[in-house]
T-cell receptor, first 110, second 113 residues
Framework: ELKVEQNPLFLSMQEGKNYTIYCNYS?????LYWYRQDPGKSLESLFV?????AVKQEGRLMASLDTKARLSTLHITAAVHDLSATYFC??????????FGAGTRLTVKP | IAGITQAPTSQILAAGRRMTLRCTQD?????MYWYRQDLGLGLRLIHY???????GKGEVPDGYSVSRANTDDFPLTLASAVPSQTSVYFC????????????FGPGTRLTVL
C-alpha cells in the first residue's frame, strides 16, 4: 500500500528564513504533486514533478524529486507572510492509488 | 461558469438520508475525481473517472457512488448517510488522468448528524 509521509506537520518560521518540507513515499512512483491550501479554501496546484531529478521553481518555492530515494522536497527561500498556508504533497502509482500526505501547516511570522 | 464548481457549499444532513453532491467543470477535462478531507488525514480519493462513461474506486469508496454521464458533470451520491461521512468534499478535474495538474473545486462541507 502506498503511504506518503510529510514532515514537519507544523512549521513556524521567521520572515526571511529558509526551510525545507520533506515528502517521503513508500513505493515506486515518478509522479509527485505539490499543492497549497489556504484556511477554509480549496487546493491550488503548485508543482507537478514527473521524472527523477525534476526540479521546478516558482518565486520563493522550489520543488525537487528523487525517485530513487522516494523523496520530494519543497524548499522555501526567504519566507514571507504570504506563504503561510498548508502544503500537501501527493503521489500516485495508478489513478486509483493517489495518496496525499497529511499536510504541513506553515506559519511565517514577522 | 469558469473552472470547476460544486454544490451545495455546505449541508447538514440527518443520518440515513440520501444526498447527492454536484460537481461541474467547463474546461473539457477528461478526468474527474472526488476526495474527502478530514483533519490530520490530508485528502483521500473516493472515486474517479478517466472519461465520460467510466468510473473507478479510489482509496475510500464504501458508502459512495458516482456516475459520469457526460464530460462536464460528476455527481457523488451518499445513498444512506452516516456520521462518519461528515467531512469536506472536494471535486477535481484534469485534462489527462495522471500527468496533469488537478484543478480543485471550492468544496462542500457536509455534516451528518
Amino acid at each position: 500500500e502506498l503511504k506518503v509521509e510529510q514532515n514537519p506537520l507544523f512549521l513556524s518560521m521567521q520572515e526571511g528564513k529558509n526551510y525545507t518540507i520533506y515528502c517521503n513515499y513508500s513505493t515506486t512512483s515518478d509522479r509527485l504533486y505539490w499543492y497549497r491550501q489556504d484556511p477554509g479554501k480549496s487546493l491550488e496546484s503548485l508543482f507537478v514533478l514527473l521524472s527523477n531529478g525534476a526540479v521546478k521553481q516558482e518565486g520563493r518555492l522550489m520543488a525537487s524529486l528523487d525517485t530513487k530515494a522516494r523523496l520530494s522536497t519543497l524548499h522555501i527561500t526567504a519566507a514571507v507572510h504570504d506563504l503561510s498556508a498548508t502544503y500537501f504533497c501527493a503521489v500516485d502509482t495508478n489513478l486509483d492509488d493517489m495518496r496525499f500526505g497529511a499536510g504541513t501547516r506553515l506559519t511565517v511570522k514577522p | 461558469i469558469a473552472g470547476i464548481t460544486q454544490a451545495p457549499t455546505s449541508q447538514i444532513l440527518a443520518a440515513g438520508r440520501r444526498m447527492t453532491l454536484r460537481c461541474t467543470q467547463d474546461m473539457r477535462h477528461n478526468a474527474m475525481y472526488w476526495y474527502r478531507q478530514d483533519l490530520g488525514l490530508g485528502l483521500r480519493l473516493i472515486h474517479y473517472s478517466n472519461t465520460a462513461g467510466t468510473t473507478g474506486k479510489g482509496e475510500v469508496p464504501d458508502g459512495y457512488s458516482v456516475s459520469r454521464a457526460n464530460t462536464d458533470d460528476f455527481p457523488l451520491t451518499l445513498a444512506s448517510a452516516v456520521p462518519s461521512q461528515t467531512s469536506v468534499y472536494f471535486c477535481a478535474s484534469s485534462f489527462e488522468e495522471d500527468t496533469d495538474t488537478q484543478y480543485f473545486g471550492p468544496g462542500t462541507r457536509l455534516t451528518v448528524l
